[in-house]
């Protein structure tokens, strides 16, 4: 048993060493640090902010306050939570993951499988089934803010070039827009009736969408509070770029099609044919849960697998 922890152990170092190397800068985290500066002008509105999110914390349930304590980064996953533009809650998503995991545990265990591989399995698919439809929720959302924010950014310049101040033409989009455009900035609209300033406003939606091509926008107001100029001119230059970024990520997206589909069909194949003969022939396949060599191969050949998914999705991965 020893042995096969050994090269467990040296497998996820030699990943995690992989993984450094070719991770590269945080592009996040650049965006983080341009954005300081901006953000520390307005340490007023900040302070604001945080009195505002003490008081909607004080809102949690029982649950949410319960579960808030189990899961890592609480603050974290309310913020992925909230991305989603749905209702809920940290309580919400731990109680599916307990149920998830219950119930994938005693599926597993009625199946025949080992008590440590049923719980690891479990708490896998617990965990991380959760996250994966959270993801796909505010990809999905993103999207369809992205691709129609250029048009929201020209329905601005329409409002400001006859005359309507920022603030008027942010709650007629607001009203005008359907979708997530017309919930954030509606959102927007909302708080600066009750006293918040444009900027706060703009930043704590900036940081909730996660969105590069929001930040773009509120640098963009922000810098012409503070030097001036033709904001509606400045605007449709921004809505200009902003439809040529996203022609360019389609087009990337079309070149690397290719690649991740044979990627996705490669890299799934020998999972559908160990859970259709594990399903078939439980006794022929359950060897690998008892031959430590078996074990040992096939934690060998899943951590290469990884290391090849990783490295092919860096190359397919473009920063515009």
């Not at 934690?299 to 990884?306: A, E, I, L, Q, V």
Request: with cysteine; hydrophobic share 50%.
């Amino acid at each position: 048993m020893l042995p096969l922890l050994l090269l467990m152990l040296g497998c996820s170092l030699v990943l995690a060493i992989g993984v450094m190397a070719f991770s590269g800068p945080s592009t996040s985290r650049i965006q983080a640090r341009r954005l300081a500066g901006l953000r520390n002008r307005h340490a007023a509105d900040v302070i604001v902010t945080g009195q505002t999110r003490g008081i909607s914390n004080t809102r949690d349930t029982k649950m949410d306050i319960a579960f808030g304590r189990i899961l890592p980064n609480r603050a974290l996953l309310a913020k992925r939570l909230a991305m989603t533009g749905k209702d809920w809650t940290v309580g919400q998503y731990g109680m599916t993951t307990a149920g998830l995991t219950v119930v994938i545990l005693l599926v597993t265990l009625l199946r025949g499988l080992p008590v440590l591989m049923a719980l690891m399995m479990s708490l896998a698919i617990g965990a991380g089934l959760p996250h994966l439809v959270v993801a796909k929720v505010i990809g999905r959302r993103v999207g369809k803010f992205t691709a129609r924010f250029p048009d929201a950014i020209e329905l601005l310049v329409r409002g400001l070039r006859s005359g309507l101040p920022i603030s008027e033409t942010i709650g007629v989009v607001g009203a005008e827009v359907d979708g997530a455009i017309g919930e954030e900035f509606r959102a927007i609209a909302d708080k600066m009736k009750i006293g918040r300033t444009m900027d706060a406003a703009l930043q704590e939606t900036a940081d909730r969408l996660g969105t590069p091509e929001f930040q773009f926008f509120v640098i963009t107001i922000a810098i012409q509070r503070e030097t001036g100029g033709n904001l509606a001119e400045t605007l449709a230059n921004l809505a200009d770029v902003l439809r040529k970024r996203a022609q360019m990520k389609l087009k990337i997206r079309a070149m690397s099609s290719e690649s991740k589909a044979s990627a996705y069909i490669i890299g799934s194949l020998p999972f559908i044919v160990f859970g259709l003969i594990w399903f078939i022939n439980p006794l022929y396949i359950g060897k690998f849960f008892v031959d430590e060599r078996l074990m040992v191969t096939g934690m060998g050949g899943m951590m290469w697998m990884s290391i090849g998914a990783f490295i092919m999705a860096k190359m397919i991965s473009f920063e515009i």
